[in-house]
């Protein structure tokens, strides 16, 4: 973790700024048991569908996301989570610029 980010209140919207055509992503924690990692998608970004070997936990906190899994989408907005859960094929496409906190738990 960065030494910038410790015990501070951060507004976690503003800890990555959109880029044009992109997906950027900062990882914020980085333990053996998982991860905690923004991301901020522009309109018509995504990430193809993959699957992961532990449990995963999508917080929008800008903008609006396509989110599918295991074939059924769902729409989550700023304010809402999703969980993806282990294994289960998942997509992610940006229907507008949106943000992202993904909390990857390993065990």
Same mark, same amino acid.
């Given at each position: 973790?960065?030494?910038?980010?410790?015990?501070?209140?951060?507004?976690? %919207?503003? @800890?990555?700024?959109?880029?044009?055509?992109?997906?950027?992503? /900062?990882?914020?924690?980085?333990?053996? $048991?998982? $991860?905690? $990692?923004?991301? %901020?998608?522009?309109? +018509?970004?995504?990430?193809?569908?993959? $699957?992961?070997? *532990?449990?995963? &936990?999508?917080?929008? !906190?800008? +903008? =609006? %996301?396509?989110?599918?899994?295991? +074939?059924?989408?769902?729409?989550?907005? %700023? +304010?809402?989570?999703?969980?993806?859960?282990?294994?289960?094929?998942?997509?992610?496409?940006?229907?507008? /610029? *949106? =943000?992202? !906190? @993904?909390? &990857?738990? /390993?065990?």
């Amino acid at each position: 973790m960065s030494e910038d980010l410790k015990a501070k209140v951060l507004k976690v %919207a503003n @800890l990555m700024e959109y880029q044009e055509g992109s997906v950027v992503s /900062r990882e914020i924690i980085r333990k053996e $048991t998982g $991860t905690v $990692t923004i991301f %901020a998608f522009d309109k +018509g970004e995504g990430l193809s569908e993959h $699957t992961a070997p *532990f449990d995963a &936990m999508v917080q929008v !906190v800008d +903008g =609006k %996301a396509e989110i599918i899994i295991s +074939g059924k989408s769902n729409l989550v907005s %700023a +304010g809402e989570m999703i969980i993806m859960p282990a294994n289960d094929p998942h997509a992610l496409n940006a229907v507008e /610029r *949106f =943000k992202m !906190v @993904l909390t &990857m738990i /390993r065990s």
